[in-house]
């Protein structure tokens, strides 16, 4: 399946969720589908640690839906990330695990064992139960509705088997902010959206 | 002034709950254990055991952007891998972060593999200009809000260092 092509079909039954993207190529995918600069966070700036991070904005705002995008490359350096997740259990995050079999942002490297690696088994193994695999449009168009049913028991996890960047996706834009900007973006979004107070000043 | 261990624990949760942390992401060390047990037992807090310490920093990033308080507690070893995830998360984004971790390797450790941490972890942090203060008594629980309110001023990480008198009890 096209990365692209996949990403732009999931971002079309994205209602109100809130997205975390990883380092690697999901930022440059949701960023040139969907130029989303207020909901969305392209943690560029972290191997391995996208969907701790979206654990984290979960459990601080339940009423909210976080989507959290990682490549496998990250994936692999810290796969324990899921027994975490699974001892959240938070309900209202999906894990996607984008898996291109390489390390997508350093020119397509192999990932280890990229061959034979199962995620959704890896995740089976850590008592995940709500797992999906995708490895065409068609699919994800036929089951994304089960999985975006979101506020079900338990967290979701999503693998997307894609092909790798060609030369020509690695020439994508990134989403052209700096850190701060981007940060004061989605929280002030966040907080039009819940009247939560992130950055005020505390007593 | 001296304090037993269970004394030590609920002093540091109070303060916890006080500055306003919910979530506390923790990686155990010997001398954080009856912290530890405090905080998992006690129902202001979402305790959450991560099964390394670069997750707890992506978790306690995340609830920032939540809006949720939260503290990171961990060893001195776990603290000297999370330099990537501290420079590169809280740094860049410029995102408040407040870490708590134990003076492995100081005078009155006798754990030899701990000396590693008593030459370099106070340099380490000094070499990414992270601020910290060092708690060695009860009375000096109070650094612990006054350091998380530091870090939602200057939208950095600072870390609280807790040391072996503090947590275990003074010894000769």
Redesign the interface.
């Known amino acids: 399946m096209n990365y692209i092509e996949c990403f732009r079909t999931i971002a079309r039954h994205r209602t109100d969720e809130l997205v975390?993207t990883s380092a690697g190529n999901s930022s440059q995918a949701w960023w040139e589908v969907t130029r989303d600069s207020d909901a969305s966070?392209y943690?560029d700036?972290?191997?391995?640690?996208?969907?701790?991070?979206?654990?984290?904005?979960?459990?601080?705002?339940p009423e909210?839906k976080v989507w959290a995008f990682m490549g496998d490359g990250a994936f692999c350096m810290?796969p324990?990330?899921l027994?975490?997740e699974r001892?959240?259990n938070l309900p209202n995050l999906t894990h996607f695990l984008v898996s291109n079999r390489v390390y997508g942002a350093t020119s397509n490297a192999s990932v280890p064992n990229f061959e034979k690696n199962d995620y959704a088994a890896t995740a089976r193994s850590m008592g995940l139960d709500r797992i999906f695999e995708f490895g065409s449009i068609k699919e994800i168009e036929r089951d994304f509705a089960a999985l975006h049913s979101a506020n079900l028991p338990g967290h979701t996890f999503v693998v997307l088997e894609v092909e790798p960047f060609s030369d020509a996706e690695q020439k994508l834009e990134q989403p052209p902010f700096d850190?701060?900007e981007?940060?004061y973006r989605?929280?002030r979004h966040?907080?039009r959206r819940t009247g939560?107070?992130?950055f005020g000043?505390?007593t | 002034m001296t304090g037993t261990k269970h004394d030590i624990g609920w002093k540091i949760a109070n303060e916890l709950a006080t500055c306003g942390v919910k979530l506390i992401a923790s990686l155990p060390d010997n001398w954080l254990i009856d912290v530890i047990d405090t905080v998992k037992r006690d129902e202001r807090f979402r305790h959450v055991p991560v099964n390394r310490e670069e997750s707890a920093i992506g978790l306690c990033s995340g609830a920032y952007m939540g809006a949720m308080g939260s503290a990171a507690l961990m060893g001195a070893s776990g603290f000297m891998t999370v330099i990537y995830a501290i420079t590169k998360i809280n740094y860049t984004y410029e995102i408040p972060l407040f870490v708590m971790a134990t003076l492995r390797g100081a005078a009155g450790d006798h754990h030899k593999h701990h000396i590693s941490n008593g030459l370099y972890l106070l340099r380490v942090i000094d070499a990414i200009n992270m601020p910290y203060a060092i708690i060695d008594t009860p009375d000096e629980v109070p650094l612990i809000s006054r350091s998380y309110r530091h870090t939602r001023t200057v939208s950095r990480p600072m870390a609280v260092l807790l040391t072996r008198d503090l947590l275990r009890g003074s010894q000769r």
């Open positions: 975390v966070f943690l700036a972290s191997m391995s640690l996208s969907t701790m991070f979206a654990s984290g904005l979960a459990l601080a705002r909210q810290n324990g990330m027994m975490v001892e959240m850190g701060p981007l940060k989605f929280g966040l907080e939560c107070n992130i000043y505390r």
